[in-house]
């Protein structure tokens, strides 16, 4: 095999030795199987082709200094595909079964995991599908769930840094009662424009407001918003965003680090009295935001005027990076050793 260069991954996809597959059929969940395939095979009314029965999930293995490989409360990326799963009517995987599969397929692709040096780490994407053919509008009589893995790169290449976000009134991620709360696949589709057009326009990501009435906050692209003013760590509560694992672990962080922690709806204009402001989410665990554009009114939040994030964000970033690859004692159970 080719070396490796852990210094330049990207955050794309390069094939590893195996992912891992369960099947449900009759409703039941078959025994985890293997593959070295990169392809799968699937009926052309597979509902997840025609009706959108798809749910994914996202987390990473991390290299530490003493070489051991670690989890991030993964317990907490089963439980919310559980609940994607019933929120789309598909078969839901138990939590034992998804542990079974994590585990198995880091051991398998172990080679495929950074040095700890290099600050990159093992993407684990786990999805679950509906293979079963229907014509009509039903949920599918079959399901498969399956797991890849790919080596990523750090996020921030060129160190810690505040990009800018810009607030969108053209388009909505998702309705207040619709699939806003779910890891599905639509709601991404929903916002390829979106975020097409905030990069073109020289932005990190889009920023979108609660879609019943444009006045609050809800969140940035795929990432969860929080802002920090007099030590107290606030992010919004809302019905359409999709409860992230990195913003719950920064919440308890804050309360640890003596900060107060507020979870409630955030009008936009709240964003004017943020000392800081950030993105949240397992990919970059913080992005820095240095402001939010609203050019339909002529208006910009700045968080940043140097582009350097805040003391803030900078501790709790550390924080949490340092827990994930054991440089610091895991206190709230958070980490599983992949033995
Ligand atoms: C996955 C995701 C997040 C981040 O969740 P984490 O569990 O922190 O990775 C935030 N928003 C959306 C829309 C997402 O899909």
Redesign the pocket.
């Known amino acids: 095999m080719k070396e490796i260069d852990w210094a330049n991954l990207s955050f794309g996809y390069m094939p590893t030795d195996y992912n891992v597959r369960i099947y449900n059929r009759n409703g039941k969940w078959g025994e985890l199987e293997v593959s070295s395939s990169d392809t799968i095979n699937l009926h052309m009314a597979a509902t997840c082709l025609h009706y959108g029965q798809e749910a994914f999930e996202?987390l990473k293995a991390y290299r530490g200094k003493d070489g051991k490989v670690r989890l991030f409360r993964f317990e907490e990326n089963a439980a919310r595909l559980q609940r994607t799963c019933h929120g789309i009517m598909m078969a839901e995987l138990p939590t034992d079964r998804f542990k079974e599969a994590v585990m198995k397929v880091v051991k398998l692709n172990e080679r495929f995991i950074p040095p700890y040096e290099s600050g990159a780490s093992l993407y684990i994407r786990p999805l679950l599908i509906g293979t079963g053919a229907q014509v009509g509008v039903k949920p599918a009589d079959e399901y498969l769930f399956m797991i890849f893995v790919t080596p990523v790169g750090p996020y921030f290449k060129g160190g810690f840094a505040a990009t800018p976000y810009v607030i969108t009134r053209k388009y909505d991620r998702a309705a207040p009662h619709g699939t806003g709360t779910y890891?599905v696949g639509g709601?991404y589709a929903a916002s390829l424009r979106a975020s097409k057009e905030a990069h073109d326009a020289g932005y990190s990501a889009e920023f979108y407001l609660d879609c019943k009435e444009h006045k609050f906050i809800d969140?940035c692209g795929?990432?969860?918003f929080f802002g920090i003013k007099d030590n107290t760590y606030i992010t919004p509560l809302s019905s359409s965003i999709?409860p992230?694992?990195?913003?719950k672990s920064l919440m308890q962080l804050a309360e640890d680090m003596g900060m107060e922690v507020e979870r409630r709806p955030v009008l936009e204009e709240e964003l004017s009295t943020f000392e800081e402001a950030g993105a949240?989410?397992?990919a970059a665990v913080i992005s820095p935001i240095q402001r939010i554009d609203d050019p339909e009114n002529n208006h910009s939040y700045v968080f940043s005027h140097d582009g350097k994030p805040g003391p803030i964000s900078t501790k709790l970033y550390n924080k949490l990076r340092a827990i994930q690859y054991g440089d610091e004692p895991d206190t709230h159970g958070w980490v599983t050793i992949v033995e």
């Open positions: 996202g890891k709601n969140e795929a990432a969860n999709l992230s694992i990195t913003n949240c989410g397992t």
